[in-house]
């Protein structure tokens, strides 16, 4: 049975925003939140975010310090679009997330609050280091670090009446990316996905690596280990080999309704190795990532 419709509150100004909480649950985007209430989740009164998108700018760069502050309501196409060039592993993973449709309700702070291990904006995020913004029930506001935010599957640290506002990361480097792998090309919740940054220096050498993995652990993940043996390292065919053989150390994925834990071990291999060594022209572009079905399920 459908559950009875529920009271929609839609503030226009966050200062009234944790008021209205009390004993409601927030909305954004609702791409999740329907799916659950379609599923039968009660739901009797919700404080649609979206809203607020207004009341500021998708994304503000702090031209001192080069600081992104990411808005938590705002849809994902704003954010791809105000963040653009400045955080490319983000944009990348925008522009593979669900379709156009999706992209212009989805949020990031739905995206994160879902709490997903395959959360698709949570890789690029993670490795940038981010910090998500929350406001208490008594209009507060703190600050907590991404990878401590991320508790486990479904599982954030936000307490009840607690709502997100924005997620901030230090300026990311110009060379970034995502990529990920569904059941389809569109419209496909991640078996697998990875998002990685680094500097590349004139002589050739990657500094800064930081690379971070979903699906493959509980929550989102840094690959540490991969990233110490790319450190200061030109990324030859040797190299690329030694960071690939070390990945295990990082991850521990699990077999489940989706795929296993082989196939998403192989294909972890697979999507690193394709993010060092991109392949040229010509080359087929999934060369490193071809799991057959009947790997997929051993
Ligand atoms: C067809 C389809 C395709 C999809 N494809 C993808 C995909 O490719 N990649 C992917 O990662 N996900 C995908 N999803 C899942 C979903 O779209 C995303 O998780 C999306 O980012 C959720 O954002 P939202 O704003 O719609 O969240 P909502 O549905 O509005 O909310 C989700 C949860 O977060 C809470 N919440 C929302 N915003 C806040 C806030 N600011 N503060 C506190 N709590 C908040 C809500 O209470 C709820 O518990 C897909 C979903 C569908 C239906």
């Known amino acids: 049975m459908t559950p009875a419709t529920p009271t929609l509150l ?3 100004d966050p200062a009234d925003v944790s008021r209205l909480l009390a004993g409601a649950r927030a909305v954004a ?5 329907l799916v659950q209430r379609r599923a039968g989740a009660e739901m009797p009164t919700l404080v649609d975010l979206s809203g607020l998108a207004g009341t500021r700018p998708a994304v503000v760069r702090d031209d001192a310090t080069g600081e992104l502050t990411l808005s938590a309501v705002h849809p994902l196409t704003d954010i791809a679009d ?17 379709s156009t449709t999706i992209r212009n309700r989805a949020t990031i702070g739905g995206n994160l609050v879902t709490g997903s291990p395959a959360a698709d904006t949570a890789p690029a995020l993670l490795a940038a280091g981010a910090v998500v913004d929350i406001v208490t029930p008594d209009g507060a506001r703190r600050t907590v670090d991404l990878a401590d935010f991320l508790l486990g599957p479904r599982r954030v640290d936000l307490a009840v009446g607690e ?11 110009a060379e970034g990316g995502f990529r990920k792998i569904g059941g389809r090309r569109a419209q496909a919740i991640s078996f697998l996905n990875l998002a990685w940054q680094w500097h590349r220096e004139p002589d050739g050498r990657l500094t800064g690596v930081r690379l971070a993995m979903g699906s493959v652990a509980p929550t989102v993940v840094r690959l540490r280990t991969a990233a110490a043996a790319l450190e200061a390292q030109i990324p030859t065919q040797d190299v690329v080999d030694a960071a690939v053989a070390v990945i295990d150390a990082d991850i521990s994925p699990i077999d489940d309704l989706r795929a296993s834990a082989h196939y998403r071990r192989r294909c972890a291999r697979g999507l690193l190795r394709e993010a060092l060594l991109p392949p040229s022209p010509g080359e087929r572009p999934d060369q490193y990532v071809t799991p057959t079905t009947r790997e997929k399920n051993q």
């Open 163 to 173: 709502w997100v506002t924005s997620v901030r990361v230090p300026q990311p480097p």
């Open 29 to 33: 985007g609702g791409t999740d939140l």
């Open 10 to 12: 839609r503030p226009t």
């Open 82 to 98: 105000g963040a653009a060039r400045a955080f490319p592993a983000l944009t990348a993973a925008i522009g593979q997330f669900a």
